[in-house]
T-cell receptor
Framework: AQSVTQLGSHVSVSEGALVLLRCNYS??????LFWYVQYPNQGLQLLLK??????LVKGINGFEAEFKKSETSFHLTKPSAHMSDAAEYFC???????????FGGGTRLMVKP | DTEVTQTPKHLVMGMTNKKSLKCEQH?????MYWYKQKAKKPPELMFV???????INESVPSRFSPECPNSSLLNLHLHALQPEDSALYLC??????????????FGQGTRLTVV
């Protein structure tokens, strides 16, 4: 079975600083991995995904993530935080059958002026 | 059109009421999902429909009854709910593994309050 662990339920950065949100996964097969963002009282919006191919994946809003098989990690980064990046971020892994996402516990990103 | 539309956006219901949540997508996706999300928690899978057939039921109480009338629509019928069922209910859809495009699109959710 797949599982996802997000280290740090809350991350606070200053505007303009580097954003690093950590995600580690467990999967018995090559995983499909996703990062979603959720703003208050909203649904989830896909930031980026890794399926196959290039391990550095670029997404929307300047975010990117790198799949590292040796570390079973898929950390999310952004070089310079904006106030509008404040939200909840979820890492997710898809199951073998391709019909179910398992989410990590989420990380709330706070951006200070 | 890459939208998943959920109605209503907000719903307040009593414990003896019967209500339904609706979800619609026109992306040609063949998998549709219901998730429940409590405050400050990740979404928890409730049901999966694949090609209009229920493929996953995550041991959800029978007071929640899903229905997939066609490939574009997904309903969640609610009856005799409890206050602890209050949550954000999210609908999602995805193309299905066959296309190798596994991105799931989520609706904005229905905020349900049971009183």
């Amino acid at each position: 079975a797949q599982s996802v662990t997000q280290l740090g339920s809350h991350v606070s950065v200053s505007e303009g600083a580097l954003v690093l949100l950590r995600c580690n996964y467990s999967s018995s097969v090559p995983p499909y991995l996703f990062w979603y963002v959720q703003y208050p009282n909203q649904g989830l919006q896909l930031l980026l995904k890794y399926t196959t191919g290039a391990t550095l994946v670029k997404g929307i809003n300047g975010f990117e993530a790198e799949f590292k098989k040796s570390e079973t990690s898929f950390h999310l980064t952004k070089p310079s935080a904006h106030m509008s990046d404040a939200a909840e971020y979820f890492c997710a892994v898809e199951n073998n059958a391709g019909n179910m996402l398992t989410f990590g516990g989420g990380t709330r990103l706070m951006v200070k002026p | 059109d890459t939208e998943v539309t959920q109605t209503p956006k907000h719903l307040v219901m009593g414990m003896t009421n019967k209500k339904s949540l609706k979800c619609e997508q026109h992306m040609g996706h063949r998998a549709m999902y219901w998730y429940k999300q409590k405050a400050k928690k990740p979404p928890e899978l409730m049901f999966v429909y694949s090609y209009e057939k229920l493929s996953i039921n995550e041991s959800v109480p029978s007071r929640f009854s899903p229905e997939c009338p066609n490939s574009s629509l997904l309903n969640l019928h609610l009856h005799a709910l409890q206050p602890e069922d209050s949550a954000l209910y999210l609908c999602a859809s995805s193309p299905g593994r066959q296309t190798m495009n596994t991105e799931a699109f989520f609706g904005q959710g229905t905020r349900l309050t049971v009183v």
